[in-house]
């Protein structure tokens, strides 16, 4: 199922991207709009199915199932070291991550 307008998927694509500070091309944006109309039918037909005397639930498996539980006791370990903590971090000043501003415009 695709999107009617193609204008409202460009703006979803030009928004998404602006959201991941990405610049994108018109060959990516039909590409990527096409790909948004994909995505969004399928969600859409869900929402067409007849879920009448499904219950409602939350989250993923209880711990009661089988499978999931085995959960492991909540008690207090040693945390991992720093510079183990920071070894892939992009960009660091020591002691902790180094991350772009993303409240209040650039800094």
């Given at each position: ?5 193609p204008s409202a998927e460009r703006e979803l694509v030009h928004k998404t991207a ?79 991550y180094v991350v772009p501003k993303t409240v209040g415009g650039p800094s």
């Amino acid at each position: 199922m695709s999107n009617p307008d193609p204008s409202a998927e460009r703006e979803l694509v030009h928004k998404t991207a602006a959201l991941a500070r990405l610049s994108i091309g018109a060959a990516e944006e039909a590409r990527l709009g096409a790909q948004f109309a994909r995505i969004l039918g399928a969600f859409h037909s869900l929402s067409e199915l007849n879920v009448e005397g499904v219950p409602e639930t939350t989250g993923g498996p209880r711990p009661a199932s089988a499978a999931f539980g085995r959960l492991r006791a909540d008690e207090p370990r040693a945390s991992l070291e720093r510079a183990a903590a920071l070894v892939n971090a992009p960009q660091q000043d020591g002691e902790f991550y180094v991350v772009p501003k993303t409240v209040g415009g650039p800094s």
